[in-house]
């Protein structure tokens, strides 16, 4: 009983102490949204649930929102070239590396794609499709985690962290996902962004579907059977081939004519 009191009076503490280090935080990160710094702490918290020593806790809450905090976007209309794609890898490497290891060697190898064939768009597209393609997996992180569907959960997140419109649409719309949404019961969420039909979309689909789960590149067709194979017949993703395999295609086709015609 007394052990149950003083774990419910730790528990307690701890909590006074979240409450306090929230106001500090969000004081202190005034270009950040309250919400968001809430956010960052409910989900560190959520992480460290299970730690066995629950003073540290507040310490290495702090030290979680700290360094997403550092990274966030502090204006972003001056989130555009290289600081844009500097920040979506960054980004990228602390969501994924150390705990998604496979997706962070995909999502390498999609961005080295994306910088070998940024040279197909107009200045102003290059780094767009860079960062995209840095961001384009980041949903699949535990900490961004909401519906379940990484298109949505990445864009949303890119959203509140004040990255363009532009970007948070490719990253939502990425690789046919309206099709998964759609059989996800999510298509309204994903609604939310804008899916803008063109090159610069094309040149994403064609990144992500020439990229094996391992980074190296791939051929469509090799792509399409590893994806049937490693998640099923019954995975929304396979399921959803049925209805955006030809616009998967369409897409590759189309960036393979413009490569043909840039080395002519
Ligand atoms: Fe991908």
């Keep these: 009983m007394l052990t149950t009191m003083s774990a419910a009076v730790r528990r307690r503490h701890v909590d006074e102490q979240i409450r ?69 890898r960054n980004t990228a490497r602390r969501l994924l590396a150390k705990e998604l290891p496979r997706r962070w060697a995909h999502t390498e190898g999609v961005a080295r794609r994306a910088e070998q064939v940024a040279h197909l768009l107009p200045p102003g597209e290059q780094d767009l499709l860079v960062a995209a393609a840095w961001l384009h997996d980041i949903g699949y992180a535990a900490e961004l985690v909401d519906t379940g569907w ?20 490719l990253v939502a719309h990425h690789s046919g996902a309206a099709a998964v949404a759609h059989l996800l019961g999510l298509a309204d969420g994903l609604a939310e962004f804008d899916d803008d039909r063109g090159r610069l979309r094309d040149a994403l689909w064609y990144c992500d579907m020439t990229t094996g789960p391992d980074g190296h590149p791939t051929t469509l067709d090799n792509r399409l059977a590893e994806i049937r194979r490693r998640r099923g017949p019954e995975d929304p993703v396979v399921r959803a081939l049925d209805i955006n395999v030809d616009e998967r295609r369409a897409a590759v086709r189309r960036v393979h004519r413009l490569l043909r015609r840039a080395a002519a």
Aim: glycine content about 8%.
């Design 20 to 88: 306090r280090l929230e106001s500090r935080l969000v004081r202190e990160h005034d270009k950040v949204p309250p919400s968001l710094v809430h956010e960052w702490i409910e989900r560190a918290r959520a992480r460290l649930g299970g730690a066995p020593v629950q003073d540290f806790v507040p310490l290495l809450v702090e030290r979680a929102v700290r360094t997403s905090a550092r990274e966030f976007p502090v204006d972003s209309s001056g989130l555009s070239g290289t600081y844009l794609s500097n920040w979506a």
């Design 150 to 169: 990484h298109s949505l959960d990445g864009a949303r997140y890119l959203r509140r962290a004040g990255v363009s419109p532009r970007v948070c649409g």
